[in-house]
């Protein structure tokens, strides 16, 4: 019986997409492996570097006053004061004006925020995950991170992370927007029409990523590369509209659409040309 149940549950489920499965085979086990084999060993506790102290933290959340983070009539006081006070930096390095936090400090840090203010807390988390900070951090060319990443570090850009679309969610692989490379008065560009929605930061956001599957039908492209490719865009840049927002279950964080149509020069795709 336990062998036609699994059969008839596997034909009626949805099969497990790529990017789901990246995502499993990406983990390992911890306390759970200690609980299933009937012994529990407790991880030893980690010790952090006090980069972010706490007397700057809750300095943050003893200013907060409890008034709608988004939208408002305060100019985005405290989007703005958290990118100038650095909390959007903790991914990037040191190096580039950022405070780099281990991943249990970061935790520590966004649990905490939230803790006071659920749409204070997921501003603070996006930036702080996938998104241009990190993607620059592994990828981007030299003169990209000398030019985006201490300005992201210290607020002057407001990331945001332009994946979802109506049809894909939050896979990469899904039906994501496509980009098609062309020529312009002999020059290579990318041509773009996307759709993104529930996009964390979208309406107040000047640097984005933007996220879509670029094809090559005429073979322009010397490295014979097509495929998901991500490209960041200044707020202003020609064809892109930034001008509605979503409100999810009256949360009251910045969350939006990103449209357009418009081209990409190849050099602002992330890690240049090559990628």
Same mark, same amino acid.
């Given at each position: 019986?336990?062998?036609?149940?699994?059969?008839?549950?596997?034909?009626?489920?949805?099969?497990?997409?790529? =990017?789901?499965?990246?995502?499993?085979?990406?983990?390992?086990?911890?306390?759970?492996?200690?609980?299933?084999?009937?012994?529990?060993?407790?991880?030893?506790?980690?010790?952090?570097? %006090?980069?972010?102290?706490?007397?700057?933290?809750?300095?943050?959340?003893?200013?907060?006053?409890?008034?709608? $983070?988004?939208? %408002?009539?305060?100019?985005?006081?405290?989007? #703005?004061?958290?990118?100038?006070?650095?909390?959007?930096?903790?991914?990037?390095? @040191?190096?580039?004006?950022?405070?780099?936090?281990?991943?249990?400090?970061?935790?520590?840090? +966004?649990? &905490?925020?939230?803790? $006071?203010?659920?749409?204070?807390?997921?501003?603070?988390?996006?930036?702080?995950?996938?998104?241009?900070?990190?993607?620059?951090?592994?990828?981007?060319? &030299?003169?990209?991170? #000398?030019?985006?990443?201490?300005?992201?570090?210290? /607020?002057?850009?407001?990331?945001?992370? /332009?994946?979802?679309?109506? %049809?894909?969610?939050?896979?990469?692989?899904?039906?994501?927007?496509?980009?098609?490379?062309?020529?312009?008065?002999?020059?290579?560009?990318?041509?773009? &029409?996307? #759709?993104?929605?529930?996009?964390?930061?979208?309406? $107040?956001?000047? +640097?984005?990523?933007?996220?879509?599957?670029?094809?090559?039908?005429?073979?322009? +492209? =010397?490295?014979?590369?097509? /495929?998901? =490719?991500?490209?960041?865009?200044?707020?202003?840049?020609?064809?892109?509209?930034?001008?509605?927002?979503? #409100?999810? +279950?009256?949360?009251?964080?910045?969350?939006?659409?990103?449209?357009? @149509?418009?081209?990409?020069?190849?050099?602002? $795709?992330?890690?240049?040309? @090559?990628?």
């Amino acid at each position: 019986m336990s062998r036609v149940l699994f059969n008839f549950v596997k034909n009626k489920i949805p099969k497990i997409s790529s =990017t789901e499965l990246i995502a499993l085979q990406s983990g390992n086990t911890s306390l759970d492996r200690s609980i299933l084999k009937g012994i529990i060993q407790f991880p030893k506790k980690e010790t952090f570097d %006090n980069k972010i102290t706490d007397s700057k933290l809750n300095d943050l959340l003893n200013k907060f006053d409890g008034s709608s $983070v988004y939208p %408002n009539n305060n100019s985005n006081y405290w989007i #703005n004061y958290l990118a100038k006070n650095k909390y959007f930096s903790f991914l990037i390095n @040191e190096n580039y004006g950022g405070i780099k936090l281990k991943t249990k400090e970061l935790s520590n840090v +966004l649990t &905490k925020i939230s803790s $006071v203010d659920p749409a204070l807390g997921v501003i603070a988390m996006v930036p702080n995950s996938l998104g241009p900070g990190e993607l620059l951090t592994h990828y981007g060319t &030299k003169e990209q991170k #000398n030019k985006y990443l201490p300005s992201l570090a210290n /607020g002057t850009y407001i990331p945001c992370f /332009g994946l979802t679309g109506p %049809n894909n969610g939050s896979d990469a692989t899904g039906a994501i927007d496509e980009g098609t490379v062309v020529k312009v008065n002999g020059k290579t560009m990318i041509k773009v &029409k996307i #759709n993104k929605r529930y996009i964390t930061l979208a309406p $107040v956001a000047n +640097l984005m990523g933007i996220a879509f599957n670029l094809k090559d039908p005429n073979n322009i +492209l =010397t490295s014979k590369k097509s /495929g998901v =490719t991500l490209a960041l865009l200044e707020r202003g840049h020609k064809g892109l509209i930034q001008e509605t927002h979503h #409100n999810p +279950l009256n949360a009251g964080f910045p969350n939006g659409t990103i449209k357009g @149509e418009f081209l990409i020069d190849p050099e602002q $795709v992330i890690g240049g040309p @090559e990628n």
